[in-house]
């Protein structure tokens, strides 16, 4: 059974940093691609970051380019966002998320999702 | 504001049939980007229902269906039960900002 299980959300300062973590079972996390997808308080979903099974291609959406890292640990089943010189608007529930695998149910869609951490920055 | 538009609000009986639409352009759902669609309540993960702009997963009643057209695409749900009451999104990518956008969300109330 596919699990995916944020951890490390807080509330932290303005210009604060923040690491959150996604363990992964129930499948070849090492075979797919992931992503971070955010809701903040009263808003809708925002992507917000994505990696490639391998790690080497990696994309940001716009409001977090240059402050937050996404990484990955194939060998610990584990998705990683870094983040660097939070802002009050980064303030939200954070999802990782799995894209179905080609040519299986759920391609090309965000097809698992975890429950969410929240990260509050606030001072 | 985003790039995707949906109604920020239908409501049914249950039995009846409601469509949520989502309204892109020739950037996004335009290009032939596939839309998908999925289902969040508060506080839980949200779930895939259409994916591939028509196919639903497996678990997903088929009372839950999805078409596309141009620059638009839409999410059916008949049969409303009140189990089906929660937030819907729909999602595609977007070619000029080069990203995976979600529209605004559309929540569903049933009567």
């Known amino acids: 059974q596919v699990q995916l299980v944020e951890s490390g959300g807080a509330l932290v300062k303005p210009g604060g940093s923040l690491r959150l973590s996604c363990a992964a079972s129930g499948f070849a996390f090492s075979d797919y691609y992931m992503t971070w997808i955010r809701q903040a308080p009263g808003k809708g979903l925002q992507w917000v970051s994505y990696?490639?099974?391998?790690?080497?291609?990696?994309y940001y959406g716009d409001s977090v380019k240059g402050r937050f890292t996404i990484s990955r640990d194939n060998a610990k089943n584990t998705l990683y966002l870094q983040m660097n010189s939070l802002r009050a608007e980064d303030t939200a529930i954070y999802y990782c998320?799995?894209?179905?695998?080609?040519?299986?149910?759920?391609?090309?869609?965000?097809?698992?999702w975890g429950q969410g951490t929240m990260v509050t920055v606030s001072s | 504001q985003s790039v995707l538009t949906q109604p920020p609000s239908v409501s049914g009986a249950p039995g009846q049939r409601v469509t949520i639409s989502c309204t892109g352009s020739?950037?996004?759902?335009?290009?032939?980007?596939?839309v998908h669609w999925y289902q969040h309540l508060p506080g839980t993960a949200p779930r895939l229902v259409i994916y591939?702009?028509?196919n639903r997963p497996s678990g997903i009643p088929d009372r839950f269906s999805g078409s596309k057209s141009r620059t638009s695409a839409s999410l059916a749900i008949a049969g409303l039960q009140a189990e089906d009451e929660a937030d819907y999104y729909c999602?595609?990518?977007?070619?000029?900002?080069?990203?995976?956008?979600f529209g605004e969300g559309t929540k569903l109330t049933v009567l």
């Open positions: 591939g702009d028509t």
């Open positions: 020739s950037s996004n759902i335009g290009t032939g980007s596939d």
């Open positions: 990696i490639s099974n391998t790690g080497n291609t990696i």
């Open positions: 998320a799995r894209e179905g695998w080609v040519g299986e149910e759920g391609e090309g869609a965000f097809d698992k």
């Open positions: 999602q595609s990518y977007d070619t000029s900002l080069s990203a995976w956008v």
